[in-house]
């Protein structure tokens, strides 16, 4: 009876090595065969050996039989389902293999492609500027300092000779922070900050009428005032320069500030121009032009040390001399390359920023 249930009369294949009396009249393996996924090839194992399986039924059937037919019949349904395990197992492999192909695709690394190459990173124009600065006064002797870019109204303006009410004051607008600061509109604070540290340092040997070492320091950093066109940025740099010591003259200032900039520029015969100028930190105060492609280019402010900031910081104005200067770091970049506009230097564009 339930031999002849599981009479499948329209599948052509019988794969099954055992007895053709019941190989032929079970169903195919092709269930097994046809599974493409192992929630397929589930569903076609519990179709031969689930509880309504064709094999559990045909087991089932054996009760009824005659203990002869039982052994032959039991031995030929062993038989297929030996075959059956067997097809299950070689499905299972080949599903197994197949994922396994699918996936090693999936994740190939095609080693033909060219790398991709990770850019590298390069100083900015401006550092690089401030870096050939730094290089070149301090083969001069200059130290290096560093202050803050918030500062005391005292710093940047009062202890510069540049009193309230000052009308220089007036082309140093910036933007006034709480509690008495200002984003500093020079460098030239620094020269206040790194003095009054020196005398300090050397204040026994002053006080001991001793003298004291010369100061010689240059102070680099970002600077800020309410400005902003094609030759103007609202944050912008600045190099100061500070000499004091004895017998040091505006001849000294006029050696170092050419050789410095016919170093920058590398143009021995670079010519240059200092223009009468004022500061009210300075005296006498000059403006230094530099002759480049035929027009007169103004690169720095300088000047000898007005007496009253010396003598606001503790030093002898009778006995110690010196002159400062403040370059303007965009510029002497802009002239080195060329640059006609100085907002190309603070809008991000990778395609100007990698010619350097
Ligand atoms: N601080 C001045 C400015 O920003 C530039 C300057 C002029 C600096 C003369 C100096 C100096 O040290 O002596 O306009």
Redesign the pocket.
Known sequence: MALHMMIDSSSPEVPFNAPATISKRLSSTKPIAAAATPADLENAKALFLGKQGRITELMKGLAALSVDEKKSRGAAINQIKQAVEQALNERRQALADAELQAQLKAEAVDVTLPGRQSARGGLHPVSLTMERIEAIFGSMGFEVAQGPEIETDWFNFTALNTPQDHPARSMHDTFYVEGGLLLRT?T?PM?IRHAVQHVKRHQSRLDAGQGMPEIRVIAPGRTYRVDSDATHSPMFH?C?GLWIGENVSFKDLKVVFTDFCRTFFESDDLVLRFRPSF?P??EP?AEVDVQWRGRWLEVM???MVDPAVLEGLGIDPERYSGF???LGVERFCMVRHGIDDIRRLFTSDLRFLEQF
């Open positions: 020079h030239s020269q600045q100061e500061f930190f300075t105060s402010g300088c000047g400062a200067a403040g």
